[in-house]
Every structure is written in structure tokens, then in C-alpha cells.
């Protein structure tokens, strides 16, 4: 089955420590995506991805950083310098043919 | 920069229609997304507006009218499956295809 795939759903770090998180799809999306989502906030871009090696930052990139090596995969690194690190984080990916994105399940990072 | 507002909380009965308004400010308008996410699960996409009038799918509309700023989502004939948090988000020009997403609204649908 096609679909962008998400792992871990449920993450738990120290605080301190750099942790990445997943982000693997099969549909041949050229564009792929970083949210960000916290209760009662809408979703934030963190970095996205328009083409194989190339990203570009989002609304809230400090503390955080992408690789972009193959198209099927951008995983996300929540580094140390992420002050409130703890939060939703959905990826998504689109081609020029749809009209929305297609989201991952998501991700649940708590830092303890 | 862009404004989009939605209301933080609706309740509905089961069998009823709800409209869920969206009102947004933005410098150029390339279009506007509905989304549906049920609590801690990914957005599902609903609906796309690029032009004024309603579009009708199913149970779901949505109304655009581009003078006004203004999109609403209707969900008729309700189901208790349908509470979630709907999101407005607005696409403007420029070329990158992002959407810049409201802070959802959370609908509560009860027997």
C-alpha cells in the first residue's frame, strides 16, 4: 500500500539528547514536509523539501535540521538546541498533480 | 504575512448539519484546503476552493468566496464519527505551495 510512513509513533527522550525522527513514502512525492503541532495551535512549518538534495526552513527551523538524500526519505532531527521540543510532528508530501498533501500518522515526541 | 480565524470549539447533534466558518487575510490568494483530523491521527485532506461557489462532496461542502476572505466547511446528516478538529488553511501566491493552516476547530458531535 502506498503512503508516507512515520517512526516511532510514540517517542520519549532526555532532555539533552538529539533524537530523529522518520519519515519514509512510496508515492514518488516530489515535495515533502515538517509540521509542527501543539494543543490549540495550528500546524507550523519546521523545513521542507522540494527536490532531492535541497530544503529550504520553515516558520520555526532553529533547533532542528533535515536531510533530503533520497527522495523517498526526510527524516527530522530535533537537536538540543530545540527549547520546547515536546509536540505532535507530521510529515507530508505532495506532488505537482494533487491538490493537498498527503500527512504521515504522525510522531509524539515527549522529552522528559 | 497571513490572518486565518476559526472558531476553537463547536458542538452538534448527531443527525444535524454544522457550518464551520474560516475567515483569512492574506496578501494573495492561491487557494483554500479543509482538512479533517481525528485526535492524535494525521489530517485527511476534504476539500480544495480555488474559485468563489460551493463544492459538493458527499455529506461535505465548502463555500468560497474570495471577496469576503471568507470559507466555510458544511457537514450534513451528522455522524458520531465526525468529531474531530477541522482545518482552514490558505494557500497564498508566490509559488512554493505551502499552506499557512488555522488553529482548527474541534467539533463535538453528541447523540
Known amino acids: 500500500d502506498g503512503g508516507i510512513t512515520q517512526s516511532p509513533k510514540y517517542l520519549f527522550r532526555k532532555e539533552g539528547q538529539n533524537v530523529t525522527l522518520s519519515c519514509e513514502q512510496n508515492l514518488n512525492h516530489d515535495a515533502m514536509y515538517w509540521y509542527r503541532q501543539d494543543p490549540g495551535q495550528g500546524l507550523r512549518l519546521i523545513y521542507y523539501?522540494?527536490?532531492?538534495?535541497?530544503?529550504q526552513k520553515g516558520d520555526i527551523a532553529e533547533g532542528y535540521s533535515v536531510s533530503r538524500e533520497k527522495k523517498e526519505s526526510f527524516p527530522l532531527t530535533v537537536t538540543s538546541a530545540q527549547k520546547n521540543p515536546t509536540a505532535f510532528y507530521l510529515c507530508?508530501?505532495?506532488?505537482?498533480?494533487?491538490?493537498?498533501?498527503?500527512f504521515g500518522s504522525g510522531t509524539r515526541l515527549t522529552v522528559v | 504575512g497571513q490572518n486565518i480565524d476559526q472558531p476553537t470549539e463547536m458542538t452538534a447533534t448527531e443527525g444535524a448539519i454544522v457550518q464551520i466558518n474560516c475567515t483569512y487575510q492574506?496578501?494573495?490568494?492561491?487557494?483554500l484546503f479543509w482538512y479533517q483530523q481525528h485526535a492524535g491521527e494525521a489530517p485527511t485532506f476534504l476539500s480544495y476552493n480555488v474559485l468563489d461557489g460551493l463544492e459538493e462532496k458527499g455529506r461535505f461542502s465548502s463555500f468560497l468566496s474570495r471577496s469576503k476572505g471568507y470559507s466555510y466547511l458544511l457537514l450534513k446528516e451528522l455522524q458520531m464519527k465526525d468529531s474531530a478538529s477541522y482545518l482552514c488553511a490558505v494557500m497564498a501566491t508566490g509559488g512554493s505551495y505551502i499552506p499557512t493552516f488555522g488553529r482548527g476547530t474541534s467539533l463535538i458531535v453528541h447523540p
Open positions: 507530508a508530501g505532495r506532488t505537482e498533480e494533487d491538490d493537498g498533501y498527503t
Open positions: 523539501s522540494q527536490i532531492v538534495n535541497d530544503f
Open positions: 492574506t496578501s494573495g490568494f492561491n487557494g
